[in-house]
């Protein structure tokens, strides 16, 4: 686990999850309308952290 906190591409998406989540539950909470933006946040930020984390191993 600590490699991959070390790998910029996994410390890349750690705060692009974090930001698509919470603008998804704003969206969900208060209609907010640029709620579509989570999606787009939320996945690239999954890609990347995926990508960091099979990355770890070299």
């Known amino acids: 686990?600590?490699?991959a906190f070390r790998n910029p591409i996994f410390v890349t998406g750690v705060p692009m999850v974090i930001f698509?989540?919470?603008v998804g539950l704003?969206?969900?909470i208060r209609?907010?309308?640029?709620g579509y933006l989570s999606f787009g946040v939320l996945s690239s930020g999954c890609t990347l952290l995926?990508?960091?984390w099979i990355q770890r191993e070299k």
């Open 31 to 34: 209609g907010v309308p640029f």
């Open 50 to 52: 995926l990508i960091g």
């Open 1 to 3: 686990m600590q490699k």
């Open 20 to 22: 698509g989540l919470g």
């Open 26 to 28: 704003n969206h969900l």
